[in-house]
């Protein structure tokens, strides 16, 4: 079942800036709620626990955890491997992975016993890396390689479900900061989501427990 909770994030503009004629204050807030919002929304979807925020993708009521890594701070390729082969071969057809860029550069030092790099992202612009022939999604918001952290994913991300209740609202606030001679502006959403088939996406998680604050 799925709710609603509410996501907001302001900006200030100073009055200068509101006076002067040569500034697009409608272009310029449309380009900062969009960004703001749109991060609020992802960190909600990917690391939300359900407490006031939409129940994320890593919670422990979300994905499964496919695979345990051997250590706490190295991936390798046999891990990735029965990730791969963790999730079921109906969900594979559309399956992508995500993980930070943290990772990434650390599957990209991978070398075989020879020296030579295991794989390389892909160099063409346009087209999206892909690993094991699926395609390599990053954010910011996946957690680090730490002891106990969900750093990637892998799964048909179709089956995690998001409810738009309302349009996006806007408020001016005059008073707020008058005296620091800035204006206000707030935006907030109502939204809910829910990984709704949880076997959809697996998860390869580090050794050891999770620090606080993960």
Do not use: H
């Not at 706490?72 to 082969?85: C, G, S």
């Not at 992508?96 to 650390?106: D, M």
């Not at 800035?182 to 809910?192: C, E, H, M, N, P």
């Amino acid at each position: 079942m799925l709710s609603a909770y509410k996501l907001g994030t302001m900006i200030k503009v100073s009055n200068e800036l509101l006076n002067d004629s040569a500034f697009d204050l409608a272009t310029y807030i449309a380009r900062r709620f969009g960004v703001r919002m749109g991060n609020a929304e992802e960190k909600a979807f990917i690391t939300g626990d359900g407490v006031g925020k939409p129940l994320g993708i890593l919670d422990d009521a979300g994905a499964k955890v496919g695979v345990t890594a051997g250590t706490q701070t190295k991936l390798t390729f046999d891990e990735i491997f029965q990730l791969y082969y963790a999730l079921k071969a109906p969900y594979r057809k559309k399956a992508e992975f995500l993980c930070n860029e943290a990772v990434v550069l650390q599957l990209m030092t991978l070398k075989d016993n020879n020296g030579n790099y295991i794989w390389k992202p892909g160099l063409e612009i346009g087209k999206p890396d892909t690993l094991l022939n699926r395609p390599l999604k990053t954010s910011a918001f996946m957690p680090a390689v730490a002891a106990g952290n969900k750093v990637l994913a892998f799964g048909d991300y179709s089956y995690y479900w998001i409810a738009d209740r309302q349009s996006r609202t806007f408020r001016r606030l005059n008073e707020l900061y008058a005296r620091t001679d800035q204006v206000g502006f707030l935006s907030t959403q109502r939204v809910d989501g829910k990984l709704i088939l949880p076997e959809a996406v697996q998860v390869l998680q580090m050794k050891g427990s999770a620090s606080s604050g993960s």
